[in-house]
């Protein structure tokens, strides 16, 4: 059985800009995006024997990705919640890179609202929202049916509309 | 809601991020490199202990002329 290791290079070409904005949705900050990016392709050079063919991969990056954006947005909100004990703190939090303000309010603040969605609702919408992969692709990426992908999708609208009726409302 | 689907822009990662990924694959592959030459060259040194070790350098048992005729040097 011979082996093809897959060319990361080919697979960044592919997939690079995809996982980075499914990065960047999560994160909100090109600095701690590009650290994920990174980190996400060097895991996938360290996988190369495990996989074959490049559909295999597309699952594999965009699960990478999802799952260490999630890593790093709960070890931000637990650092923030230790943060507040400390009396000092205010030099602390200024070093830690918060999510990045935009020249555009109305996508600042459309940014924040998907910021507040639920890991799950926020990872759905941006898989097929943004992404725009199929109900089926997102389901299979998140480990659940395409029913409970399109529904984690209508939820977030939801909220996502109720918010922006409430910044439109205050503009 | 279509204004908001309008309104999420797709970000373009930058330029160098690739160049950034593959230094980073060249010093993990430099990083592993570096300990299998080192036990490598630990290992052949060691045998080579072993060896000088095991074989006595000269077999006491039997007799053994020191001088080989052939490296006998001759004086006048």
Do not use: C
Not at chain 2, 8 to 36: C, K, V, Y
Not at chain 2, 48 to 58: G, K
Request: no cysteine; net charge positive; hydrophobic share 35%.
């Amino acid at each position: 059985l011979i082996k093809s290791k897959v060319d990361i290079k080919t697979l960044y070409d592919a997939y690079g800009r995809r996982i980075y904005n499914l990065v960047y949705y999560h994160i909100q900050s090109h600095e701690e995006t590009e650290e994920i990016v990174q980190d996400v392709f060097l895991a996938a050079h360290q996988q190369q024997e495990k996989f074959r063919g490049e559909a295999q991969w597309g699952t594999y990056l965009y699960r990478i990705a999802i799952n260490k954006s999630i890593d790093r947005l709960r070890s931000k909100k637990r650092r923030n919640n230790w943060l507040k004990w400390i009396p000092w703190s205010d030099g602390i939090s200024k070093a830690i890179p918060a999510e990045e303000e935009t020249e555009d309010p109305q996508l600042q603040a459309l940014l924040h609202a998907i910021q507040q969605l639920p890991e799950q609702q926020r990872t759905a919408l941006v898989l097929m929202k943004i992404d725009k992969k199929s109900q089926k692709e997102t389901g299979e990426i998140m480990g659940i049916s395409p029913k409970a992908a399109e529904s984690l999708v209508q939820r977030a609208k939801e909220k996502l509309k109720n918010f922006i009726q409430r910044f439109e409302g205050l503009e | 809601m279509d204004d908001m689907k309008r309104k999420l822009p797709q970000f373009e990662p930058n330029p160098h991020l690739w160049t950034r990924i593959e230094g980073r694959m060249l010093r993990l592959a430099s990083d592993t490199m570096h300990p299998i030459l080192g036990w490598s060259l630990t290992a052949v040194v060691a045998g080579m202990l072993l060896l000088s070790i095991s074989r006595p350098a000269i077999n006491q048992d039997q007799d053994v002329n020191p001088y080989p005729s052939h490296k006998i040097l001759y004086y006048e």
